[in-house]
Nanobody
Framework: QVQLVESGGGLVQAGGSLRLSCAAS?????MGWFRQAPGKERELVAA????????YYADSMKGRFTISRDNAKNTVYLQMNSLEAEDTAVYYC?????????????????WGQGTQVTVSS
């Protein structure tokens, strides 16, 4: 059993930045950040392989968001720059303990509780 705890959400003005962190209680392989806006389905934001060598970003996040990880701390980060009102959502961290890299939501084994990100325009 792996527990994931997200932090770093909050309220920010459009154009601003936030850095989300997700601390895992144990070893993980592929890690991902997902988000769910009101009335919408949860969607993938970014994913990173266990080694950190491979990353994936949804098209609307490319160039604005950066995912990274520190395996010594069992922590994954999401640096979000140039935030837009459309980025407002609950952001979830997810971990796979079996797959070195995946962008498939159903292949993630553990999920955090989520952290709210609100971008004011």
């Amino acid at each position: 059993q792996v527990q994931l705890v997200e932090s770093g959400g909050g309220l920010v003005q459009a154009g601003g930045s936030l850095r989300l962190s997700c601390a895992a209680s144990g070893r993980t392989f592929s890690m991902g950040w997902f988000r769910q806006a009101p009335g919408k389905e949860r969607e993938l934001v970014a994913a990173i392989s266990w080694s950190g060598d491979s990353t994936y970003y949804a098209d609307s996040m490319k160039g604005r968001f950066t995912i990274s990880r520190d395996n010594a701390k069992n922590t994954v980060y999401l640096q979000m720059n140039s935030l837009e009102a459309e980025d407002t959502a609950v952001y979830y961290c997810a971990a796979s303990v079996a797959r070195p890299m995946t962008i498939v939501q159903t292949q993630y084994d553990y999920w955090g509780q989520g952290t709210q990100v609100t971008v004011s325009s």
